[in-house]
């Protein structure tokens, strides 16, 4: 389904659309989000499209990015500009009567790549096959999950490249870094989620989550980041999440499946890390480690890390930065990338940069 939606201040044309994804189980699943069509003409074969995947903001229908459409993706007219298409996933839950999978990195990137399906089913929007995935935080594990799935589970299109802004990985050290800051309560969440995706069998709340903290699971729903900060914050993470989940045998196994650090083989597509050095949610040091291991398996992978940059403030300071190198990719470029970051004038300077040959 698809309607046209006014989205003030967009460089474009912009559709929310209802489309066809599929669960972590595999099961058909409807999704919402956005198609974006630039207003310059369509060139040969369709316009490239850049699909997003937004970060952490929380876990209801009405968190939906979809229902605040120019607000969806961060400076998306730098990209419509320069005659790329947009897509921009709801993800499975929001925008649709359940609770979203927190973190359940294949049913996001599903849901990430079949809406650039969707757009090519819209006679309208004139998607071209090529297309580039861009998440951050939330969005940046999906993003590598899309990076890991896309040529088995969406051969028909051709992945050029990705884009992973602070992406999580190294969960065991996550867990212990939000352990007593404001952002806890991602915790609670990612415990929810994976219940979500897997089911009572597989994911048993019960061995996770305190009887008090199982009281607190209907404010999933009804609230988003903010509503839900100030609200599961108020209780003590010990009383609603008692110990390491790692330490428990049943739920070990989902958390590493879900991991991006645990990936074995490459993608043909190269990659682009991007962290703020700043960083108050994604330790700096796991995304190096992650960087890492992309190399030891063989993936073409580029990490620039900005000085001075927040979780989310690296977004702007980065984003030229991230459209060169796009569209060094959508015009076929060698990889690595020669292009150097610079960053944005007035700030900390520019990137440091590593690659698999530095």
């Not at 065991?172 to 870094?177: D, G, H, K, R």
């Not at 009572?200 to 989550?209: C, G, K, R, T």
Request: overall charge negative; glycine content about 10%; aromatic content about 8%.
């Amino acid at each position: 389904k698809a309607e046209q939606i006014a989205a003030p201040g967009i460089d474009g044309t912009v559709y929310r659309v209802m489309y066809l994804s599929e669960t972590e189980r595999g099961k058909p699943v409807a999704v919402t989000g956005l198609v974006m069509v630039p207003t310059s003409p369509a060139p040969t074969g369709g316009y490239p499209v850049v699909t997003w995947g937004h970060g952490t903001n929380g876990m209801a229908p009405q968190c939906a990015p979809s229902l605040q459409p120019s607000s969806a993706v961060p400076l998306q007219n730098q990209l419509l500009d320069r005659g790329w298409e947009v897509t921009a996933s709801d993800y499975q839950g929001e925008g649709t009567p359940h609770i979203m999978p927190y973190l359940a990195g294949v049913s996001a990137a599903r849901n990430m790549i079949d809406i650039v399906r969707a757009a090519r089913q819209l006679p309208a929007a004139h998607a071209s096959s090529n297309y580039m995935v861009w998440g951050h935080s939330e969005g940046g594990q999906t993003a590598m999950f899309g990076l890991n799935i896309a040529a088995s589970y969406a051969p028909e299109i051709h992945l050029d490249g990705v884009v992973a802004g602070a992406p999580p990985s190294q969960f065991e050290a996550i867990y212990a870094f939000l352990t007593g800051s404001p952002f806890q309560f991602y915790l609670f969440m990612a415990g929810a989620g994976f219940n979500v995706a897997y089911g009572n069998f597989v994911a048993p709340l019960s061995d996770v989550i305190t009887a008090e903290g199982r009281t607190l699971l209907p404010i999933l729903g009804q609230g988003c980041s903010a509503f839900l900060a100030q609200k599961l914050n108020q209780t003590p993470l010990a009383s609603i999440v008692p110990k390491d989940p790692f330490t428990i045998p049943n739920w070990k196994p989902l958390l590493q499946a879900n991991d991006p650090g645990n990936f074995t083989t490459p993608s043909s597509a190269p990659l682009l890390i991007i962290q703020g050095g700043a960083d108050e949610q994604i330790p700096v040091p796991t995304t190096q480690i992650l960087e890492q291991h992309e190399c030891s398996i063989g993936q073409d992978v580029e990490r620039w890390i900005y000085p001075g940059q927040s979780h989310a403030g690296v977004i702007a300071v980065s984003m030229t930065d991230m459209v060169n190198w796009m569209s060094d990719r959508f015009a076929g470029g060698s990889n690595p990338d020669p292009y150097v970051p610079t960053g944005t004038s007035g700030t900390n300077g520019p990137p440091t940069t590593t690659s698999c040959a530095t």
